[in-house]
């Protein structure tokens, strides 16, 4: 009560907002849990019983295109690879969350891991029929492409970030054009650029298929904002630790790999999952080369005339999803953050 | 003679622009021979011992350190700094390493010593800074002179034959200063080769063999210290001690 007193009415203005807020609570909340969960429509063959009047959300939507959602026009009987791929891309994550795994050997376990899934998903030896990656699709195909892409655009992004602070105009040239020049034009661009023009300057008789295009398109664009990012982190080291090390004899390599980048990437970690989580949800935009993610699976599936009308549910059944990914990458961020901390306190009186 | 010296330097000139830090430098230092460097601020002391390592470039003269000409080559470089371990006003630990780490990751790195052996050598280090029992603190929760006295020790894992000093204690709470003060003394004791910027002028009685004293980007008076103390030759270097020393 006491607290209700002093947080909630603790001055005319303070009482009149809690008053609307419970009143707008009142008028949304009730007819939302109505609609979402009583009088939802949790299973149906087609789409008749959420026609019926008084009928709530149509989650029968979503349980019978679930599998066109997570896989997209893979072969259908074939979904368990892409599951299985799934749920090994799900192992690698949690593997990578856990400090205690951070050894060389998880670099070994990723490229097994990857190499599993791209048997999986291509088949074509060892007994699996072959599926071409045009058929790939839905959720597996964004997580496909977030993460090929952050594994591949990060280390990049390093690289891009020391190469602009170099002291070889060249390599600094190069790493500026590269930074600027894709930070000026937008991922869509990119994307058609891709998609379009590349295969106009190969030579005659090469090709790069569409899905590997759009991926190189991705990685490139993500590097160029993540070097920027990673550049923040090692501005913010100060100089004497650079002379520190350099004191000590370690060559220019090591100096960075085991002074200079564990602490700028430590710094640097908020606005790094900042940009990770942009980039998972910026997968979305391959729709406009024609490749099916999570996103244009959807859409598809409500472009169907008997599922169609039912957008509301299953866009936030697509919220719901991308929602999901970005909170753990957060949270998880937050946590590394706090381990981190007891070393993180700079040098006493630094000047 | 010229053999017996670690370090060298000969007619050394050194510009910051158009601005000229160091003018003419000649100076020797014997092998196992104290020098405190004094003088005004941006008298260009700090920039000497820096060059020392090529932590600074130099534009004219010549340095030779234990026979090694410093030049602009990275390899030059690199052998010098093998041979010589630096000690900053600011400590400069690396803060995402605990004090054992700290240092362990040069000998391991640069000297390829195996991990164990580099354990061994820095927790001996560390004792002898009279530290081992905070080995794995991170820096962060040492106090500065204990910061300093790891960072003493970080230098040392490296088995250097010259030790500098950049105002080792001109950071540090005055109940600190001794701490760190006593390890050097004790340094020098065991024969060390030494060039220590400082303001400690009691340190310089103590240990110096000579005291060296700049005044913009010069060097007005090399003297062993109680020449230097009590009869300085030159305006100049009175005038700087009745400011350190007169109140």
Not at chain 1, 97 to 123: E, H, K, S, T
Not at chain 2, 168 to 193: N, W, Y
Request: proline letters at 5%; aromatic letters at 10%; glycine letters at 8%.
């Amino acid at each position: 009560m006491k607290w209700l007193r002093e947080n909630l009415f603790g001055s005319w203005p303070s009482a009149l907002a809690t008053l609307a807020i419970l009143w707008l609570a009142w008028m949304l909340v009730p007819p939302l849990v109505q609609w979402a969960l009583v009088d939802a429509v949790w299973s149906a063959p087609d789409s008749r019983p959420c026609r019926a009047a008084g009928a709530g959300a149509c989650w029968a939507l979503i349980a019978e295109k679930h599998r066109f959602i997570l896989f997209g026009t893979y072969p259908y009987e074939q979904h368990w690879r892409p599951g299985l791929g799934i749920l090994v891309l799900f192992a690698l994550y949690v593997a990578s969350a856990m400090r205690r795994f951070w050894r060389a050997r998880l670099a070994l376990a990723w490229l097994g891991g990857l190499a599993l899934i791209g048997w999986l998903m291509w088949g074509g030896v060892a007994g699996l029929s072959y599926v071409e990656n045009e058929r790939w699709g839905g959720l597996m195909l964004t997580l496909l492409l977030a993460t090929f892409g952050i594994a591949f655009a990060f280390p990049i992004s390093i690289l891009l970030a020391l190469g602009r602070r170099s002291r070889l105009p060249v390599v600094r040239a190069l790493s500026v054009l590269w930074i600027e020049l894709v930070r000026g034009v937008p991922l869509i661009s990119l994307l058609f650029m891709a998609s379009v023009m590349l295969p106009l300057f190969l030579p005659e008789g090469v090709s790069i298929d569409k899905l590997l295009r759009a991926l190189i398109a991705m990685i490139v664009f993500a590097a160029a904002y993540l070097a920027e990012v990673v550049r923040g982190g090692l501005q913010a080291i100060p100089h004497g630790q650079e002379e520190a090390a350099d004191a000590l004899g370690l060559p220019y390599w090591r100096k960075t790999l085991f002074v200079i980048l564990p602490q700028a990437l430590r710094i640097a970690i908020p606005p790094l999952v900042n940009t990770f989580i942009a980039f998972f949800k910026d997968t979305s935009l391959v729709v406009i080369i024609g490749l099916f993610d999570l996103l244009t699976s959807i859409k598809v599936a409500l472009g169907e005339p008997a599922w169609s009308g039912f957008g509301v549910e299953a866009y936030i059944f697509a919220s719901l999803v991308y929602f999901a990914f970005c909170f753990a990458m957060s949270r998880y961020s937050q946590n590394l953050e706090r381990d981190l901390e007891r070393s993180r306190t700079h040098v006493l009186r630094e000047n | 003679m010229a053999d017996a010296s670690m370090i060298e330097m000969r007619g050394v000139g050194k510009w910051f622009g158009r601005f000229q830090v160091l003018k003419d430098i000649d100076l020797a230092v014997a092998q196992g021979e104290k020098i405190v460097l004094c003088g005004p601020s941006g008298s260009g002391k700090s920039t000497l011992v820096r060059l020392v390592n090529g932590l600074e470039p130099y534009q004219s003269g010549k340095v030779t350190v234990d026979g090694i000409e410093l030049k602009n080559d990275a390899k030059a470089i690199e052998a010098v700094r093998g041979e010589v371990g630096m000690v900053f006003q600011s400590f400069n630990l690396f803060p995402h390493l605990t004090a054992l780490e700290n240092l362990t990751l040069a000998p391991v790195w640069v000297r390829h010593m195996p991990k164990k052996d580099a354990e061994a050598l820095a927790l001996q280090l560390l004792e002898r800074v009279r530290i081992a029992e905070q080995a794995h603190k991170y820096p962060a929760q040492l106090s500065g002179g204990q910061q300093q006295r790891v960072a003493i020790a970080r230098a040392l894992a490296m088995r250097p034959k010259i030790m500098l000093f950049d105002e080792p204690t001109s950071a540090l709470d005055p109940e600190m200063i001794k701490e760190v003060l006593d390890v050097m003394v004790e340094l020098a004791a065991e024969g060390m080769t030494m060039v220590v910027v400082t303001h400690e002028m009691g340190f310089a009685r103590t240990v110096a063999d000579r005291v060296v004293f700049m005044d913009q980007g010069e060097i007005v008076e090399s003297a062993p210290p109680k020449t230097f103390f009590e009869a300085p030759r030159t305006e100049r270097a009175r005038l700087f001690l009745s400011q350190i020393l007169g109140h």
